[in-house]
């Protein structure tokens, strides 16, 4: 026989290692007494293999199980005021059961992981696009510093050249990151480095 229920707890059983559900008859979302009369019981949610979940308990949570002897089966969980309604044709979806904005799209076009603003995408082409949300980083192997990027200014210094008596010679003064020049130094040849301004680089790149 089959049990349409509404869900009032929920918790991962020590001994089975399922997750349990404590049930009542379906009824008004905001009046548990006024639900069908089946009295309280614990049922176990068979889930699919390879797939845990623990949904957030709220009025709109239901189960569908069936009876089995003296116990409950739960073979179906599902949240009435969450549930995605925007997918596209040909796309399947995986998301959080507490935040349906936190999704894996899976789509004939390609692949999007949304979190919070952020996505990750697959294209078709096989491009990987990753979009931080506004004024949120991406940090690539902890690092703290930002990345440069092509046509990124670099500071180097100043060059010299004192013309005569023979030989030539160059006073290199060499600045940092944050133009502070060094000090100079003088020499018959001119050896130029430098290292990318801090003015420059994506700012919520990090390398």
Not at 25 to 40: K, L, M, Q, W
Not at 80 to 102: H, N, Q, W, Y
Request: proline share 4%; hydrophobic share 45%; with cysteine.
């Amino acid at each position: 026989m089959s049990l349409l229920a509404k869900v009032t707890r929920v918790a991962f059983d020590a001994t089975s290692k399922l997750l349990g559900v404590q049930i009542r008859g379906d009824g008004p979302e905001a009046d548990d007494g006024a639900s069908a009369g089946v009295d309280e019981q614990g049922a176990q949610y068979l889930s699919q293999l390879g797939v845990a979940v623990r949904p957030i308990v709220a009025r709109t949570l239901r189960a569908l199980g069936i009876e089995h002897g003296d116990e409950v089966l739960v073979i179906k969980l599902w949240d009435k005021a969450r549930s995605p309604t925007d997918l596209d044709a040909g796309e399947t979806r995986v998301f959080a059961c507490g935040d349906i904005t936190v999704a894996l799209r899976m789509k004939v076009d390609g692949v999007v992981l949304t979190a919070k603003g952020a996505t990750v995408t697959i294209t078709s082409n096989g491009d990987v696009q990753v979009t931080a949300a506004s004024s949120r980083d991406i940090t690539l192997n902890a690092g703290t510093l930002k990345a440069a990027r092509v046509t990124d200014p670099v500071r180097i210094g100043t060059l010299v050249a004192t013309a005569g008596p023979y030989p030539v010679t160059f006073v290199t003064t060499l600045v940092d990151a944050d133009g502070v020049p060094g000090a100079p130094t003088t020499s018959t040849t001119a050896t130029l480095s430098g290292v990318v301004s801090n003015a420059g680089g994506a700012a919520h790149v990090k390398a």
